[in-house]
């Protein structure tokens, strides 16, 4: 049973405002991961890191950044959101000894920008 | 081209019946991993079942199996006696690239198939 957790689980905002999304986990997973899925469609990843200060950009662009300063926690953060920015935000995390390199989804973020 | 292709938009399946989900992917890679995750209307990606490249039998979880025949490149999840709470999004999706020393690339998703189990 994977304990990932994300909050707030929806957030309606204007634009222009600054967000952050919070995932964290205690698996003690160093890897985690960020998609984002726009309704009905599949998920792109967006950002992912190996563990602690490492950050690194995934297939889609983003103009969302992340920071990885404590394994527990990945959080995710729009400097000015746009209607755009309207979709789901999963994070997800793996253990990197792990052979089949599972990922375990938080409950996700529904977002929608105004 | 697409990694990942779920033919299947939409099934509709009487409950108690088996259904199969399709799933083909396009790699070069030798070592890859492919995995379905089962999305329900709230939102939330559970993990279903994981098949390796080099795995030699079919993965099984309980009323879960997936039809994997590399030289086809196709990895079909098979869910048997169907229920109503399998209705939900169940996404196909492939890890490229594993090596000794492993790597944090994401996943690849497919489009999605949208499963109905109908009493």
Redesign the interface.
Known sequence: E?DIYQTPRYLVIGTGKKITLECSQTMGHD?M?W?QQDP??????IH???GVN?T?K??LSSESTVSRIRTEHFPLTLESARPSHTS?Y?C?SSE??D??????????T?LTVL | AQKITQTQPGMFVQEKEAVTLDCTYDTSDPSYGLFWYKQPSSGEMIFLIYQGSYDQQNATEGRYSLNFQKARKSANLVISASQLGDSAMYFCAMREGRNSGGGADGLTFGKGTHLIIQP
């Open positions: 994977a890897k991961y998609y009905g469609m599949e998920l792109h990843l992912y890191s190996y490492s690194e995934g297939d789901q999963l997800a990197f000894n052979e089949k390199d599972t990922q375990y989804f938080g409950p996700g529904r």
